[in-house]
């Protein structure tokens, strides 16, 4: 059974340019969701996506946006980086209806 | 608005030490509350998911239970491997599909 995978591991980028980060969900899991994880905190809940459609979102403004394919995998966008984005992006799968996410080990973003 | 509140922030512990970690939430509607063992830098590691009050989960040297307002992770004899950010996360019936987490205690154990 492969688990959840990201690409890429690591990242710098400037502020004002965008980013695409990529995720594989664990075989048999059909939900994919986002969270960004600052330094010394908790994550926070960016958006879900459920049959290639976003399926809830936190309170995360436009500029982060997500795709889902039909494999199921997916990608988080971020446009017009900011400085506080600099974080670390956890991809989670699961099996809808189902509750327990599944995290992949991060893509840590770093906007200078 | 889900909140979840853990405590202690940091915890030091000798080899052998029992002790506990404890997660207070406030929810609408509980669906499910997790924990998760994060080490620096990675992804959060699944250890259990708890259903309802009364309802008590093991793992090795980790016990979790659940109360309505409550969730205590129970570490006994902890090895220094088992130093990492324990994460309690609920999942409620309310709002976004997103997991609500706190924000981890760090636990250290000292051979």
């Known amino acids: 059974e492969t688990g959840v995978t990201q690409s890429p591991t690591h990242l710098i980028k400037t502020r004002g340019q965008q980013v695409t980060l990529r995720c594989s969900s664990q075989s048999g899991h059909n939900t994919v969701s986002w969270y960004q994880q600052a330094l010394g905190q908790g994550p926070q809940f960016i958006f879900q996506y459920y049959r290639e459609e976003e399926n809830g979102r936190g309170n995360f403004p436009p500029r982060f946006s997500g795709l889902q394919f039909p494999n199921y995998s997916s990608e988080l966008n971020v446009n017009a980086l900011e400085l506080d984005d600099s974080a670390l992006y956890l991809c989670?799968?699961?099996?809808?209806?189902?509750?327990?996410?599944?995290f992949g080990p991060g893509t840590r973003l770093l906007v200078l | 608005e889900d909140q979840v509140t853990q405590s202690p922030e940091a915890l030091r512990l000798q080899e052998g030490e029992s002790s506990s970690l404890n997660c207070s939430y406030t929810v609408s509607g509980l669906r499910g509350l997790f924990w998760y063992r994060q080490d620096p830098g990675k992804g959060p590691e699944f250890l259990f998911t708890?259903?309802?009050a009364g309802e008590e989960k093991e793992k090795e040297r980790l016990k979790a239970t659940l109360t309505k307002k409550e969730s205590f992770l129970h570490i006994t004899a902890p090895k220094p491997e088992d130093s990492a950010t324990y994460l309690c996360v609920v999942h409620s019936g309310g709002g976004a599909d997103g997991l609500t987490f706190g924000k981890g205690t760090h636990l250290i154990i000292q051979p």
């Open positions: 989670a799968s699961s099996y809808r209806g189902e509750e327990t996410q599944y």
């Open positions: 708890l259903y309802s």
